[in-house]
């Protein structure tokens, strides 16, 4: 399993990936970093690899290049990882059907801070089993909470957040569902 971050060789390939998206939709930098809320300089360093690619900043420039998440990490196999305020991410698996792309992620959501992520693009949703702990999750206006066992699934375009509820290490899955377009 591979950490993103400043140093690691993952962070290079990412942000090598991202300027390849971003040019071949003919969106400068500026205007990217505009659109995703991120400050240029953090746009830049992310796309020279000097950077650390926080989840929250990796989704907010993804859902503006209109891809998911998994289109600039590394391929499955070597099972990427990236860090947000509280959660970790490790991406599973990526497949496709006819209507959708669906990425599959292990989620480690550590007690104390919350994260609240930017909003993907219209129609995707995202849906969570909890395997340890309890976990308050979705829209940042009306988050749903789940102990072991529990499943939770929003519309994942608006802000939502993700948060341990108590002293225990929340472990879940996550399935993003990206409808295509």
Same mark, same amino acid.
């Given at each position: 399993m591979t950490t993103v971050g400043a140093s690691d060789p993952g962070a290079a390939?990412?942000?090598q990936r991202v300027r390849v998206?971003?040019?071949?939709r003919g969106?400068?930098?500026s205007a990217l970093a505009r659109l995703a809320g991120v400050g240029k300089a953090t746009l830049s360093?992310?796309?020279?690899?000097t950077r650390n690619p926080t989840l929250e900043t990796l989704y907010a420039v993804t859902a503006q290049l209109?891809?998911?998440l998994g289109a600039v990490l590394a391929g499955p196999a070597s099972a990427p990882s990236v860090r947000g305020a509280a959660v970790r991410a490790t991406l599973l698996e990526?497949? #496709?059907? @006819?209507?959708?792309?669906?990425?599959?992620y292990r989620l480690r959501v550590a007690p104390g801070a919350g994260q609240v992520s930017p909003a993907h693009r219209a129609g995707v949703t995202e849906h969570v089993t909890v395997f340890t702990g309890v976990l308050r999750a979705g829209p940042v206006d009306a988050p749903l #909470?789940? @102990?072991?066992?529990?499943?939770?699934r929003w519309t994942s375009d608006v802000p939502h957040c993700y948060a341990a509820v108590g002293d225990e290490e929340v472990t879940a899955s996550l399935l993003l569902r990206y409808p295509r377009e």
């Open positions: 390939a990412i942000g998206l971003r040019e071949e969106i400068s930098l360093g992310l796309e020279n690899g209109g891809v998911p990526v497949f #496709t059907e @006819a209507g959708a792309t669906y990425e599959l #909470t789940a @102990a072991t066992g529990g499943h939770l």
